[in-house]
């Protein structure tokens, strides 16, 4: 089985970096990294460091927490962070890159890209985020005996049926030197019946409970608040689809007639959609204007475009109430607490596969509300909007969720603590 899937990634590698020579010809950012992606690059000196693999922008966002606190505990190692798309790589650059965070791509996970890579990194440690399974990359970890983490490891029930059916594969690459520290029970449950050793796996809950409500956020919120909203009454959609961002432009239309002053601050997903978006706008006849533009919103302003990357956190910090997508399109939902550590109340659709005990705790605590439609969706903002109090009230429902079900950062830290070679508590690699 391992055999026949490094033939196929061997085959899929050449395709795959056509994707992404054909991306940078309308996409500066995908002309960066390219050796990256064939296990090239910069060496690492000393003896080795400690890698940190986050697939997108959502995983690098997911594992902030984890990456400050290991650049905080292990000052003196090298921490390399890799990431698959150029989104993701931004992203870990705005964060981490001022700390000495090494940022780079990974490699695709043919048997010569990998080698090379590890050949030029020598992780001594390595921290996969949530579902980050590619064979020969934990195949080249035990061969080279690097003890692995997979960090608020997660199946969702929409993949579970996919993943079941390659345990064939998965069930060596997760025998021996890994653990897994799943966010559920029900997590941990299906990485035990992909083959990882059962007292190997932990329900260490999920990290983004512990996100750090950075000071500057709130401030660079109240910033924007004044300086480009210009005190509007203002809700943003964050994290937006293909066929969600027509139903929260309907939703905005609602809004509008209860709260004539209403703004909607619109950030799709994927920066390659901005201009689709601005398009839908235009047929729309919705006066907006686009925050790559850096112009303040005007008294006629309708929809301010957040065609950029790395302010989403800031502009939920300006507004008044959100709305948090990849669910009202069967996409599985994005974080609904990025807004609610910042007191903002929360609307969501009902897909929330993607993290089903984070949206059931905020559901069941009242701090977020689910709608099916534009309808629902105008209903809840435009209550929130009129009513301060109640805004308020459901605010501070998400801010005590999350204080609630913090912990998952401390029990990863000690087992990495655990797992990293002995010499990491008395100096850097290759002291002595």
Request: net charge positive; aromatic share 6%; with cysteine.
């Amino acid at each position: 089985m391992h055999l026949l899937y490094t033939l196929l990634a061997c085959l899929a590698a050449p395709v795959a970096f056509g994707q992404v020579l054909w991306r940078s010809l309308s996409d500066p950012a995908y002309r960066s990294g390219w050796a990256e992606r064939f296990g090239r690059g910069e060496g690492i000196r000393g003896r080795g460091c400690i890698w940190v693999h986050a697939v997108s922008m959502g995983e690098v966002s997911a594992a902030a927490p984890l990456v400050r606190a290991l650049r905080r505990q292990y000052a003196d190692w090298p921490l390399v962070l890799t990431t698959a798309t150029p989104t993701g790589a931004r992203r870990a650059r705005e964060l981490f890159e001022a700390a000495g965070v090494d940022v780079r791509y990974g490699p695709y996970d043919t048997p010569r890209s990998v080698a090379r890579f590890f050949d030029r990194v020598r992780p001594r440690l390595a921290i996969f985020m949530e579902t980050e399974l590619w064979p020969n990359l934990h195949r080249e970890c035990a061969r080279r005996s690097v003890p692995r983490i997979i960090a608020s490891a997660r199946i969702s029930a929409r993949s579970w049926p996919r993943y079941r059916r390659l345990r064939a594969l998965t069930r060596p690459m997760l025998a021996d030197g890994i653990t897994v520290a799943a966010q559920t029970q029900a997590d941990a449950e299906r990485f035990r019946e992909l083959g990882a050793p059962a007292a190997q796996v932990l329900v260490a809950g999920n990290l983004k409970f512990d996100v750090s409500v950075d000071g500057d956020v709130r401030s660079r919120g109240v910033e924007l608040r004044t300086a480009v909203l210009r005190g509007r009454t203002a809700w943003t959609a964050g994290s937006t689809h293909g066929g969600e961002e027509e139903r929260v432009l309907d939703a905005h239309a609602l809004v509008r007639a209860s709260v004539p002053d209403a703004l909607l601050v619109l950030a799709p997903r994927h920066p390659q959609r901005f201009d689709a978006v601005a398009s839908l706008l235009e047929r729309r006849a919705i006066n907006f204007v686009r925050r790559s533009a850096a112009q303040a919103v005007q008294p006629e302003t309708e929809v301010l475009l957040l065609d950029c990357v790395g302010e989403l956190a800031a502009f939920y910090a300006a507004s008044q109430a959100a709305f948090v997508g990849g669910s009202l399109a069967p996409i599985g939902g994005h974080n609904l607490l990025e807004p609610a550590a910042l007191g903002v109340p929360v609307a969501t659709g009902p897909h929330q596969s993607n993290s089903v005990d984070v949206a059931k705790r905020m559901f069941d605590s009242g701090a977020a509300v689910r709608v099916e439609d534009a309808i629902q969706l105008a209903a809840a903002i435009s209550g929130w909007l009129m009513e301060p109090g109640e805004s308020a009230r459901i605010g501070a429902l998400g801010r005590s969720v999350v204080a609630a079900n913090r912990g998952a950062l401390q029990r990863l830290l000690t087992l990495v603590a655990q797992r990293l070679p002995a010499e990491a508590a008395g100096g850097p690699p290759g002291s002595g």
